[in-house]
Structures are given as structure tokens and as C-alpha cells.
């Protein structure tokens, strides 16, 4: 069965401080992996897609890793500022027609002054 | 650019009533469409795609249907609205990419 568990479920952190969220995942056939983040009410919006190949990515303070092998990925959050408390959601594609997605369940984050 | 529009943004019906979200998108032709919904404190659930006008996938039996009378529109329905269809609805598209972009959903309480 394909799943993706998301560790921790919730992070409290203060402001400026860096924190790692994560990912484990047993989707096959994978095809990539994503990380969306999620403000309360609001639809997701894609941080990160990394495929089998790729390793690392960053946008901005937010840098996705993914170990295939192990099928583990991490997102790390430097120098964090209020405005990432959000959740924050790893889903992996599967390799078939219509895009398929398996969503975990998300780190719900909250950044503190 | 492209553009995804969700209605209504918040809906309160009552148990037994009918069900209609509307989700439209713009700048794209011949989208894959999602319904996700996600009930509060959980992760997102698929619903239904579509490849194509009149194609429908459901992914989970239950009380909802979906339909796709023209290439940009997605209707998800319900007949007769239970307890358990309350929480956030969310559409979604993709077109060939890896990228899959959501609306703004809509919340959903049923009374």
C-alpha cells in the first residue's frame, strides 16, 4: 500500500531559529517527490518537486533532500520567520497516468517571537 | 498565467440537503482535474480525477459525485449531504508537468 508518514506531526520553534521536517514514503513506482506548503484555510502551494534523480533542492530558506535508497526526504527551514507557521506537506507521485499524488499527513509548524 | 477559481469559499447546509462546488480554471486547455478533500487535522484524500471532458475517476466510494461538462469545469455533487461530508474541498490541476496547483478551497460544514 503506498503511504507517506510525516514526522513530527507538530514543531513549535522560535523565530530565526532553523528546523527539519520528515518525510518517509513507500510509493511504487515513484515518480516525484513534492513539499507543499499549507497556511490554515488556504489551498497548498508547492515549495519543492524533486525526481528520482535529484537530491537536493532549495527555494529560498527551504531545502529538500531525498534519498531514494532509503526513500526518506527531509525539509529543512533556515533563519524561520513567522509567516512559515503553515503545514507543511510531503506528497509523492506515482508513475502512472493521471498524476497520481499520496499525500502525508502533514508537520503542522508554528513559529513564535 | 494560469488561474484556478473555487465557489463558494465557506458553505453551511444542513444534513440531507444537496451538495454543488464549482471549480473553474483559466490559461490551460485539456487540464487533469482533482476534488481532494481534508478533513480538519488530516491530510489531503482524493476524490475524483478527470482526464478529459465526461471522464470521471472515483477514487472513494461514497455519498459525492463528481462531473465535467466542459474542459475547464469541474462540478463535484452531492444528492443528500451527510455529517461526514463536512471539511475543506480542494481542486486541483495539472497539465502534463510534474506540478499540481490547488484552489483556494472551499469549507464545507454540514449541520
Known amino acids: 500500500k503506498n503511504q507517506v508518514e510525516q514526522s513530527p506531526q507538530s514543531l513549535i520553534i522560535l523565530e530565526g531559529k532553523n528546523c527539519t521536517l520528515q518525510?518517509?514514503?513507500?510509493?511504487?513506482?515513484?515518480?516525484?517527490l513534492r513539499w507543499y506548503k499549507q497556511d490554515t484555510g488556504r489551498g497548498p502551494v508547492s515549495l519543492t518537486i524533486?525526481?528520482?534523480?535529484?537530491n537536493t533542492k532549495s527555494n529560498g530558506r527551504y531545502t529538500a533532500t531525498l534519498d531514494a535508497d532509503t526513500k526518506q526526504s527531509s525539509l529543512h527551514i533556515t533563519a524561520s520567520q513567522l509567516s512559515d507557521s503553515a503545514s507543511y506537506i510531503c506528497?509523492?507521485?506515482?508513475?502512472?497516468?493521471?498524476?497520481?499524488?499520496?499525500f502525508g499527513g502533514g508537520t503542522r509548524l508554528m513559529v513564535k517571537p | 498565467s494560469q488561474t484556478i477559481h473555487q465557489w463558494p469559499a465557506t458553505l453551511v447546509q444542513p444534513v440531507g440537503s444537496p451538495l454543488s462546488l464549482e471549480c473553474t480554471v483559466e490559461g490551460t486547455s485539456n487540464p487533469n482535474l482533482y476534488w481532494y478533500r481534508q478533513a480538519a487535522g488530516r491530510g489531503l484524500q482524493l476524490l475524483f480525477y478527470s482526464v478529459g471532458i465526461g471522464q470521471i475517476s472515483s477514487e472513494v466510494p461514497q455519498n459525492l459525485s463528481a462531473s465535467r461538462p466542459q474542459d475547464r469545469q469541474f462540478i463535484l455533487s452531492s444528492k443528500k449531504l451527510l455529517l461526514s461530508d463536512s471539511g475543506f474541498y480542494l481542486c486541483?490541476?495539472?497539465?502534463?508537468?510534474?506540478?499540481?496547483?490547488f484552489g483556494p478551497g472551499t469549507r464545507l460544514t454540514v449541520t
Open positions: 486541483a490541476w495539472t497539465s502534463g508537468g510534474y506540478e499540481q496547483y
Open positions: 506528497v509523492v507521485s506515482v508513475f502512472v497516468a493521471g498524476n497520481m499524488l499520496t
Open positions: 524533486m525526481t528520482f534523480s535529484e
Open positions: 518525510c518517509n514514503y513507500t510509493v511504487s513506482p515513484f515518480s516525484n
